[in-house]
């Protein structure tokens, strides 16, 4: 089958309902999608341990995970890219200062350093359950992405101010989203363009945060949840339902790919 463009979909807020599963008439549309040429990816914030369980009967098999950290294609991982262990520890320490918890994301597993009510908060707000306390999993771990938890935008600008060498998305109320600046979204969709041989092929974008606005940019056609950001919604060239109201088939059907 010849491969008519390829279609990219943030999870939550976007292809996941409020209960972070997918509606059975998104499923079969995901179907129809590919069976008529269209290759459907998945470009979220969540590591794959985060997503297997979600998305294992589903057709999609290609990712963009932890906000670009990691790119797999056809169930095989073409990219990683992890935290040095002292950009960490500088990190740990000074939300430790501020007694601010984070989140540490590894390849297979995902830790807090404490709880508190915001991570229990943060956790609620994308349906995630509560994982391991280990302060110490940077020093036995590699860590690809970590959360901040804190309600406080102000302490959003100090890190931003303090490590240029990261990228922020604050992604709920209670929690802030942090990998490399060199990575995105955005970023690795033209990495895996590159690793497919399909550099000229068309690009279709679903999304709702932050950490889509770039992502939804650079696509040829970029779709905005009905439930999107405004920044997000400023930069799509059409704003759909909600992602409780069947708006990624909207979508779909906007452009003529189902």
Same mark, same amino acid.
């Given at each position: ?175 802030? /989203?942090?990998?490399? =600046?060199? &990575?995105?979204?955005?970023?690795? !969709?033209?990495? $895996? +363009?590159?690793?497919? %041989? ?38 799509? /060239?059409?704003?759909? =339902?909600? &992602?409780?109201?069947?708006?990624? !088939?909207?979508? $779909? +059907?906007?452009?003529? %790919?189902?």
């Amino acid at each position: 089958m010849i491969l008519q463009s390829l279609v990219f979909f943030d999870l939550d807020g976007t292809l996941l309902n409020k209960d972070s599963f997918i509606e059975p008439v998104v499923e079969e549309a995901l179907h129809k999608l590919k069976l008529n040429g269209h290759l459907p990816i998945i470009a979220t914030g969540r590591p794959y341990s985060q997503i297997k369980n979600i998305l294992d009967n589903t057709i999609i098999d290609t990712y963009i995970l932890v906000n670009g950290q990691t790119i797999i294609f056809e169930g095989k991982v073409i990219y990683n890219s992890s935290f040095d262990v002292d950009e960490i520890r500088e990190f740990h320490r000074l939300a430790s200062r501020y007694e601010i918890p984070l989140a540490l994301y590894g390849e297979n597993s995902h830790v807090v350093t404490e709880v508190t009510d915001t991570v229990q908060n943060a956790l609620n707000y994308f349906n995630i359950p509560m994982p391991k306390v280990d302060s110490n999993y940077f020093m036995h771990s590699s860590v690809l992405m970590m959360l901040l938890f804190t309600e406080n935008e102000e302490y959003d600008n100090l890190f931003k101010k303090l490590f240029p060498s990261m990228n922020f998305y604050r992604t709920s109320p209670f929690s802030v /989203d942090v990998i490399h =600046s060199h &990575n995105s979204k955005a970023r690795s !969709i033209d990495k $895996l +363009k590159t690793h497919m %041989l399909a550099e000229g092929s068309t690009t279709y974008a679903f999304g709702d945060g932050l950490n889509d606005v770039e992502m939804l940019k650079n696509a040829d056609f970029s779709i905005a949840m009905g439930n999107a950001i405004q920044e997000a919604k400023d930069v799509s /060239d059409i704003v759909v =339902s909600s &992602n409780n109201e069947n708006g990624i !088939i909207e979508g $779909l +059907k906007y452009y003529n %790919l189902i």
